[in-house]
């Protein structure tokens, strides 16, 4: 009877872990420490509202890397949100790991994503909902390892603490009609109580990317610029515009596709402005601008409107 009841337990036990993703970069990419991290997000968004200025937004571009380097940037944006009142994220990421088209869901046994300050829930309806559409059966094994989410998620539960998660992982080849069928499908879920976050980084410079077109003494001014030029189509909320700048510069941002996903469903399904508000480099924080990554923080400040055909 007491191996049953210890075989019951393990059992349960096995489950229960089962049905949250467990955090995959705490300790390198942002502290493990829940009292470190809490502390640290909690500053740093007190510093960007002492400097926000302008309407709350209702969807935001930010960055994901390690903390060192791009959670100030991303904190600006962050700081935009609401106080209260946000009841859904939609929160779309790139996939670093796992190549494939379209939208991947995580595992259908999972009911929420986990960091040191606790479990985020699954908005498990709309996540549903959106699996039964054929644009968002990606591979779940794309949400394992995965960085470009997990990153926002401490942000995400100081500013919206009881808000409910719909994350996304958003595929390298997903081509444009794929990015606009999914952006449609959101749109069947965005409401006044919705946020919609894509995360990603911006211009990846140097040997180790495979993309060193610039050199020279104006090269920290160069990268700012290329960003910030890239980063000012897709807060024009084009997502054509923003491809075709990616294209034609040869811009590094490995969030194309999911900047792209926002920025369909913004220009058919929200009325209000895009706004650039903060442009930095990795380069400046360790000097190294031969190996250096571009951080973005956009803020879309306006109200969700349902789908409107172009």
């Known amino acids: 009877m007491r191996?049953?009841?210890?075989?019951?337990?393990?059992?349960?036990?096995?489950?229960?872990?089962?049905?949250?993703?467990?955090?995959?970069?705490?300790?390198a990419?942002?502290?493990?420490?829940?009292?470190?991290?809490?502390?640290?997000?909690?500053?740093?968004?007190?510093?960007?509202?002492?400097?926000?200025?302008?309407?709350?937004?209702?969807?935001?571009?930010?960055?994901?890397?390690?903390?060192?380097?791009?959670?100030?940037t991303a904190a600006t944006a962050f700081a935009r949100?609401?106080?209260?009142?946000?009841?859904?994220?939609?929160?779309?990421?790139?996939?670093?790991?796992?190549?494939?088209?379209?939208?991947?869901?995580p595992a259908e046994g999972v009911t929420a994503f986990e960091t040191p300050l606790g479990s985020m829930v699954l908005d498990r309806p709309a996540v549903e909902e959106l699996r039964r559409n054929r644009n968002f059966d990606g591979p779940v094994q794309a949400h394992s390892a995965e960085h470009a989410l997990e990153v926002e998620l401490p942000f995400l539960q100081v500013v919206a603490p009881t808000a409910r998660l719909v994350p996304v992982v958003v595929g390298s080849t997903t081509d444009f009609q794929t990015t606009l069928d999914m952006a449609e499908a959101l749109a069947a879920l965005v409401d006044d109580g919705t946020?919609?976050?894509?995360?990603?980084?911006?211009?990846?410079?140097?040997?180790?990317?495979?993309?060193s077109p610039y050199d020279g003494p104006d090269l920290p001014e160069t990268l700012l610029a290329v960003g910030r030029r890239t980063a000012?189509?897709?807060?024009?909320?084009?997502?054509?515009?923003?491809?075709?700048?990616?294209?034609?510069?040869?811009?590094?941002?490995?969030?194309a596709r999911p900047v792209g996903v926002l920025?369909?469903?913004?220009s058919h399904a929200f009325s209000g402005e895009g706004r650039v508000l903060e442009?930095?480099?990795?380069?400046?924080v360790t000097d190294r601008f031969d190996l250096s990554v571009t951080y973005v923080a956009i803020a879309f400040a306006g109200r969700w409107t349902g789908w409107q055909p172009l």
């Open 3 to 27: 191996d049953f009841l210890v075989a019951c337990a393990v059992t349960v036990a096995i489950n229960a872990a089962a049905d949250v993703r467990p955090p995959a970069v705490a300790g």
């Open 29 to 72: 990419f942002y502290p493990a420490d829940e009292e470190a991290l809490r502390t640290r997000v909690s500053e740093l968004l007190d510093r960007a509202r002492d400097r926000a200025e302008g309407p709350t937004a209702r969807a935001l571009v930010v960055p994901h890397a390690g903390y060192d380097y791009s959670a100030p």
């Open 81 to 105: 949100l609401p106080t209260t009142g946000i009841r859904r994220v939609i929160l779309l990421g790139p996939s670093h790991h796992v190549s494939f088209g379209g939208g991947a869901l």
């Open 195 to 211: 946020v919609v976050v894509a995360s990603s980084d911006f211009t990846h410079h140097g040997s180790r990317y495979g993309w």
């Open 232 to 255: 000012e189509r897709a807060a024009a909320m084009d997502p054509r515009g923003f491809l075709r700048q990616i294209e034609v510069s040869g811009d590094t941002v490995c969030g």
């Open 263 to 266: 920025a369909s469903l913004l």
């Open 279 to 284: 442009v930095t480099t990795s380069g400046h």
